[in-house]
Each structure stands twice: as C-alpha cells, then as structure tokens.
C-alpha cells in the first residue's frame, strides 16, 4: 500500500495577510496557554512585534475555520496559508516578517549550540512531564479531564474521556515515559531541570541579557510547569527546587505578557 504523500510545510507568505494563531486556551495561571507549543508561537510574535489574533476550539468562529494539516495544535492561519508545527511556523514568520524579526541568535557558535539544546531538552523531554502528569498520574488526570471534558455533553463525557484517555496513556508507552514507574518519571524529569537550570545559570535569558528565538520555547514549557495551578502539582514541586527556573518565567512574563497586556487566549474560557 502507497504511503500518502506529504507536502513540504510552506515557508514563507504574504506580509500583508492577517495572522491568526490557533490553539488551546490558558490553564490555571499559566500566561499563555495549556499547550507549551502553542505559548512558544505567541510568544514569539510577541517577542518581534508581530501582530496576530487567536482563535480556540469552541470559539464561533472556528467552526468555520481551516482545520490543522497535521491535526495538531498549534496552527496558523495567514490569508491563504494553514501551516502546523510550532518549528516550522517560526521559521515562515521568520521569513515573512524578516524586517520584524528583533530577536536574533547569539553570535557565539557555542552559545547557539546550547540555545538549541535547551529547547531540544524542554520539547523532546520535559514536554512529555506535562503530558504525562495531565494524563497519566492520577493526581493531575483526574483534575485535568473533568476540564477538558467539560462542555461535553452526559453521557459522551466519560466516554469521550476514556478514549482520549486511552489513546495518550498508549503514546505515552510508546514514547517511554509510560513504561515506568512514577517515581522512575519524575526522576527523569528532575534530571532534566537540573541541566536546565546549569544551562541557564544567571541569566536573565536563556544565553544572556538579550533574548534568544529559542527562549519562546523554554518559556512555554515552564510556565507549564510552575503555573498550571492544579493541586498536589508534580511539576511545580520539581521546578521549584530551581529558583533561578522560577525568576527566568517571571523575567519573560514581564518582558511579553505585562499586566496591562495579557494573552490573547486569556479570553478564552475552556479550562475556566
């Protein structure tokens, strides 16, 4: 049987064309949004002044909407072009809003490297912690579905819960994590933070005083972690046993998501 064919992502549009962002809404306390993937991309516009709206399941709006490419989130919308990935949308806005772009990579080759280690580190790594506390470890499935499942009517609820359940615990053996133990995963993961935190260092940014691209990155992980506000959080206890990790969130919170100037996904109200 032919494997379906698979198009190139797009990698640059029309400056003039509206950008939307689409993608989940914010959880808890966390600045931009419960996916730290969809937070990387609106941070990064934020970063280089570039202007977007959003737009979430449930809003009236996306029922009219293009669907993902890749069925994930999150996705843009830019006039004509629907493009996932949050790798591969920085690289078009990249392209798209070259006279934008303020935020630039260090010119040190070793610094670049470690930039790019961090972020590899934090999507390849401590992104499967948030998904494994939210789905896996009963102390955060059993807040986190009752949220995501809310609006879904009695009696597809549980049922909707159980297959979507279901279907990430197998990803999560697939991926590793859900063939150990909890106190196995956990370890892992503060062995992660802990290099994270070395590579960060006291910086206020990820290689230094100035920003990185690769900062949207690490910024929508932790934030995950230490804001999400469900109780007995896992992620939160790890996280904060690196202070330097907490004052990096509130460096880039101040800097993109002042008080005066919140998410734009704050409005919308699916984990509210």
């Known amino acids: 049987m032919a494997k379906p064919h698979i198009p190139d992502s797009i990698e640059k549009g029309n400056v ?5 962002i689409c993608g989940f809404g914010c959880l808890g306390g966390t600045i931009s949004c419960a996916s730290p993937y969809v937070g990387k991309v609106e941070t990064f516009c934020r970063m280089n002044d570039i202007p977007y709206e959003v737009l979430s ?30 790798t591969f949308i920085l690289d078009y806005l990249t392209n798209t809003f070259p006279e934008k772009i303020t935020t630039k990579s260090s010119s040190d080759p070793f610094l670049r490297g470690m930039a790019v280690a961090a972020q590899r580190l934090c999507e390849n790594h401590l992104y499967w912690g ?25 009696p597809l609820k549980g049922i909707a819960s159980g297959v979507v359940g279901r279907g990430i615990q197998d990803t999560m053996r697939r991926q590793g994590f859900g063939r150990h133990s909890k106190k196995d995963v956990y370890k892992l993961l503060d062995d992660s933070l802990s290099a994270l935190s070395d590579i960060i260092g006291e910086n206020k940014f990820l290689t230094g005083g100035t920003p990185c691209p690769e900062d949207a990155s690490v910024f929508g992980v932790l934030d ?28 880039m919170r101040e800097a993109y998501f002042p008080g005066d100037n919140p998410s734009k996904f704050q409005e919308n109200t699916m984990f509210k």
């Open 130 to 154: 948030v998904v494994y506390y939210r789905w896996v470890d009963p102390d955060g499935a059993s807040q986190l579905r009752p949220l995501f499942f809310k609006s879904v009517p009695f």
């Open 224 to 251: 995950n972690y230490l804001n999400q506000g469900l109780e007995n959080d896992s992620l939160k206890e790890l996280a904060s046993k690196y202070p330097n990790l907490s004052v990096y969130v509130e460096n």
């Open 57 to 86: 399941p449930g809003d009236k709006k996306s029922k009219k909407a293009p669907k993902s490419p890749k069925s994930t989130l999150p996705y843009i919308i830019h006039g004509s072009t629907v493009l996932s990935d949050s």
């Open 16 to 20: 003039d064309d509206p950008l939307t």
